[in-house]
DNA sequence: ATTTATATGATGTATATACACTATACCAGA
DNA sequence: TCTGGTATAGTGTATATACATCATATAAAT
């Protein structure tokens, strides 16, 4: 079977790159899930861990979500009981912390979080910062 | 405010590609609004229009997704009836084609999106290279 | 020809994500 | 103190994505 030189036409950057997170995502989620929680939620617990008591906005703007995306993110961890909300009712800020079990899953959940991260370290080598770079200081937006 | 240097412990690698591919996706799919399909269709419509009378299974092959991720993928373009299926019915098998209307819009796309992937072509410059060596080579399964 | 195995696709349920909009607590100025 | 603006969060709806499972048409084996 010759193989098909249309098919550069439509590599599209975007499409590869969204694949290459997919595949990544995976490969943390599966180091996760003896502790049973995704890469977000791992993200998520870490970062309320270093912001105790933060509002979802700041939240959202620590994890680079819209808020609305934040808000259901956080969804399965509060039904988990992995975080709670501490604001007074009726108040608009909330005031979110690890619960003890949280804290407990977030401790077992490092190492392996870690582990991964240091294989796709390797793996990715440069090209990482690079992309960083790029994300960090290239506007996209009009 | 000093910086906070604990922040670098939870610079996930994991969480910067997806946060990437969000702002590249935003990217692209502004650019194909005036056509009003997202990157994701543009795509999925040149695979079709490359891959005439495929069925689900090859084209969730060639677009790297989960067939059952694809049959959902598929639904907006079949509503908006931009491909159509001329399988016969009961049959197994799915012929997916694009549809006059179809071609129409993938004709107006194709520059937008070709504009979009040179200006990220630019920006990206070899990371993109690497980062798909990166995707191509190795496994990150089991 | 009948049975069995498999290829192919579809559905249920779940997370992840955004935009547009709504609801309301809080603050500031008259 | 009232009033009106803004900050903060939440909802409705939509796409994108996967895993586990189900349904069935087709091919293979006997």
């Known amino acids: 079977m010759p193989t098909n030189k249309k098919l550069s036409e439509i590599s599209c950057v975007c499409i590869n790159l969204r694949r290459l997170a997919q595949k990544v995502t995976d490969f943390y989620d599966r180091a996760l899930r003896p502790v ?5 939620q791992y993200f998520l ?5 270093q912001m105790e008591g933060c509002g979802s ?15 259901r993110t956080l969804q399965p961890l509060l039904r988990e009981g992995l ?3 501490k604001s007074p009712p009726k108040a608009r800020k909330r005031q979110l912390y690890l619960t003890v079990s949280g804290k407990e899953v977030f401790r077992e959940a490092l190492p392996l979080w870690r582990r991964a991260q240091d294989e796709i370290g390797v793996k990715l080598g440069r090209s990482h910062d690079e992309l960083m770079e790029f994300f960090n200081h290239i506007s996209l937006r009009d």
């Open 57 to 71: 906005g700041e939240l959202a703007q620590r994890a680079g979500l819209e808020k609305s995306t934040l808000v």
């Open 36 to 40: 049973g929680i995704t890469t977000n």
């Open 45 to 49: 617990l870490a970062s309320i861990r």
């Open 83 to 85: 975080i709670v909300d």
